[in-house]
């Protein structure tokens, strides 16, 4: 089956479930797929493919924000700042992969193959 229709199989059911609007199809998602990349609902990836894209997300996006924000005018060390990003980026994604794992199981979602 071609990745559109599986992407439409999937949000129609994510929208007869009582998952929350936005979580299966967020903005940056959105922009993704306008941009011609073929990305799966969150919901549909596996747990690591889940925790390793949003820990490095997360970490890359929060320690550059931090670092132009704070930590650079506060001479934090490069390595702090590194080791905090990269801590925080694990325990992000570990978050929304047990969050995205435990919802799709939760509201008996198919998986992406049975799609």
């Known amino acids: 089956m071609l990745f559109q229709n599986k992407l439409e199989a999937a949000q129609k059911e994510l929208s007869e479930s009582e998952i929350w609007r936005p979580s299966p199809n967020p903005i940056a998602f959105k922009l993704l797929r306008k941009l011609g990349l073929n990305v799966r609902p969150l919901h549909y990836n596996s747990f690591t493919v889940n925790f390793l894209s949003q820990s490095i997300y997360f970490g890359v996006v929060w320690g550059l924000l931090r ?8 001479n934090m060390p490069i ?7 990269v801590g925080s980026g694990l325990v992000f994604g ?9 919802n799709a199981k939760k509201h008996n979602l198919s998986s992406w193959q049975q799609l």
């Open 67 to 74: 670092w132009f924000t704070t930590w650079q005018s506060q």
């Open 79 to 85: 390595q702090t700042a590194l080791i905090s990003s």
């Open 94 to 102: 570990l978050l929304m992969a047990t969050y995205y794992w435990r």
